[in-house]
């Protein structure tokens, strides 16, 4: 578990120049001071890792980029969305309902960090496509293109809202 606790400054320097490119500014960093148990040396049960990234067109929402990683239970949460859209959500609503983009990655001891950072930074390429030409609006591709079972370590569920 210890070997995974940089993984998001891994995919933070993969991504930044794309999240950068299509307007997105880094917004929460990794602090792996947030992920530290009581005694300083082993991760806390519910150890978990931000990274955060915010879009601010004129004319248009707030759009937020965010990976969220639980140590314990070695995920990887990427989604990109809206906070106009709790608005009209219910209040019951799954981050996955909320989501334009969603993608969970499971891993373990047969995952390294490296390709895991890759894996990340691939996916949130292949989600800035999907930003128009002037990196305002967000189009989203066919269901189809986008839904994967998760079934074993290194693979991933991913989803768009229609």
């Known amino acids: ?24 500014e880094l917004s929460d960093s990794v602090n792996h001071g947030d992920a530290g148990a009581s005694d300083g040396v082993r991760p806390a049960h519910d150890a978990v890792q931000l990274l955060g ?64 950072a890759g894996d990340v930074a691939d996916e949130l390429r292949h989600w800035l496509v999907h930003l128009d030409g002037d990196g305002a609006t967000l189009t989203r591709p066919p269901a189809a293109d986008l839904r994967q079972s998760p079934s074993a370590p290194g693979t991933a569920e991913e989803r768009t809202s229609e």
Do not use: N
């Open 1 to 24: 578990m210890q070997r995974f606790l940089g993984v998001l400054g891994l995919i933070a320097s993969q991504i930044d120049a794309d999240a950068a490119r299509s307007g997105f």
């Open 53 to 116: 990234y915010r879009r601010s067109c004129q004319d248009e929402p707030l759009l937020l980029l965010e990976f969220c990683q639980a140590l314990t239970e070695q995920l990887i949460i990427g989604t990109v969305w809206r906070p106009e859209d709790l608005v009209d959500c219910d209040r019951e609503a799954s981050t996955e309902a909320v989501a334009c983009f969603y993608r969970a990655w499971q891993y373990d001891d047969t995952t390294t960090p490296q390709a895991l």
